[in-house]
């Protein structure tokens, strides 16, 4: 017997970033995030309970995984099978049409369709926030990709208490997301190793302690359409993070030169007065976050930089839905 | 009646490094910093007291210069005059054989090289630390290039008790500087004007609390020849420094592409076993220390690296001394 669910989640591009844990297993973070869901990205899983399985299996872009990748969709599996009280393995089969591994977030929309799809063949019929705490568990910033629109994780303090909500629906601010992807190679440190490691950095306390400031200037702004503040705020946050990555022991440097040449040119466009603004996660590409009037002129003006080997384009995107 | 004096130092490289002030018009600095003389690099300063002048004038690199810069040297010839009693003007022609205002502190090898032509051409006789205080007032890590060797300049709290001195002899141990040369073009932002901001980064109070413990490993680590924690203690300083300037107000960004570029070279050639180590002052270029015994084959490295355009070379240097 078999019983199956198709789910597709968006990746999110985080303005006040998600870095070090305060419980490293339940994954409950540092400092609450706001993020933006990535329409035109996705991840598409199908997840199927099947009597005949005798062991949970996992296809990733039509590649069969084992080992830790296999291990960590168990683990959500588990969960699920426990909620739902049954016994049942599954077969997971998984796609992206977006580079994995690179700084996209694709471990976000990943566990966010996982746990949509896992839950739904399973026979759950999770609430928003249930789903959302179920995501955060497999990835941490899996929690934002869970509701639409712009997104905030209230960081909470347990199991229960920590998970994501939409504060403002995807229509009210029409934002674009152009990411210059400039390596498509698989970065050396994954996040999740990377979070174990904030705290040795001296920066990462005040990181945190400042974080519900960062946050309440980047809600307004995002509720106030104010992109000069935006644009300014989600900067220093990326760049507080990238400090706390850069002091840590042994230190994590995700910027390459072309990082640094996108930087640089976004700045110097903001002060000419060409709306955009940059925000980078555990990777070396580069979000440059612009109102949707100037994404094609950010689009091409990327291209034109040394180094940029792509330019990936999203607008805000929708909540992690069911298919078929 | 005319009354000259000439006078030689060398700039310096800061292992642990000054940013951020406690008096800024005194420059009383935030922290400690620990630096070492650049042997082969050095400014030469002639300081003529000439009662036929009705203003100081200074010349450097053969121009004229007037304005800000003439009005800062001034401020050390007035100073000078003061402690000797007179009231004369003074000819001041400098000059350096190495690139001005691109990283490579050419202040501190300026003010240093004035304080010491300026006192002896007003007839005083100052001591090392009277020197370095003197120095100081022109440019914070000018005391620095007062004493010669390894050189820390202990921060204090007054005017009287902020000044530098050896704390172990060149000969100690024989280190070289690569500098990797990205950019000879001025710096946006100097020193002078991004010390006041350092305050307006959320991070810049926990690099201060946590100098004495930087300052610790780095003598410690000099004094007992040991490269590999050397190496450590300055690449973490010099990111916790650049980590303060981005995240300033408004941001600092003194890396280029190239910049980032020797970074990653030199932490993977240091992890394949080869001992170098990267520290940056507040601009694009990258001092790349290492055991003399390397050096000939590390900036034969650095100059294979793109964006490289020259690299400069020099070894432990003496301190501030007249000449002729």
């Known amino acids: 017997m078999t019983k199956s669910a198709t789910a597709i989640a968006h990746p ?17 973070p540092a400092n609450g995030s706001i993020s933006m869901n990535l329409s035109g990205l996705e991840t598409k899983t199908t997840v199927t ?17 084992t080992g830790p990748g296999l291990e960590r969709v168990s683990q959500m599996l588990a969960r699920v099978r426990d909620m739902a009280g049954i016994s049942t393995y599954a077969r997971v089969v998984s796609g992206n049409n977006f580079p994995t591994g690179s700084g996209i977030a694709s471990s976000a929309a990943a566990f966010a369709a996982l746990a949509l799809a896992s839950s ?3 026979g759950l019929n999770l609430e928003e926030k249930e789903l959302s705490i179920l995501a955060r568990t497999g990835s941490g910033s899996a929690s934002r990709s869970v509701p639409g629109g712009f997104v905030e994780w209230l960081p909470g303090d347990s199991h229960e208490t920590s998970f994501a909500r939409t504060f403002a629906p995807l229509e009210s601010w029409p934002l674009a997301d152009c990411v210059a992807v ?35 200037i980047c809600r307004r702004a995002i509720l106030e359409k104010d992109f000069s503040t935006f644009a300014e705020i989600i900067e ?24 640094l ?15 955009a603004a940059y925000t980078i996660d555990a990777g070396p590409n580069v979000h440059v976050i612009c109102p949707e009037g ?3 002129q950010t689009a091409q003006r ?15 995107g929708g909540p992690a839905h069911l298919v078929e």
Chains 1, 2 share one sequence.
């Open 182 to 216: 400039v390596s498509q190679a698989h970065k050396a440190v994954g996040s999740t190793g990377g979070h174990t490691l904030a705290d040795t950095s001296p920066f990462q306390s005040v990181r945190v302690q400042d974080a519900p400031r960062r946050l309440e």
């Open 12 to 28: 999110n591009i985080a303005f006040i970033k998600y870095w070090g844990n305060r419980d490293h297993a339940l994954r409950i």
């Open 294 to 296: 100037f994404q094609q």
């Open 236 to 259: 220093l946050d990326s760049n507080m993070m990238h400090a706390v990555m850069q002091t840590s022991t042994p230190p994590l440097m995700y910027w390459q030169p072309a990082t």
């Open 261 to 275: 040449a996108v930087m640089s040119a976004v700045q110097a466009w903001r002060k000419s007065g060409f709306p």
């Open 49 to 65: 309970f099947d009597t005949t399985l005798d062991s949970d299996t996992l296809t990733l872009n039509e590649n069969p995984v």
């Open 302 to 316: 990327l291209k034109e930089i040394p180094g940029v080997l792509q330019v990936l384009q999203a607008t805000c």
């Open 120 to 122: 739904s063949a399973a």
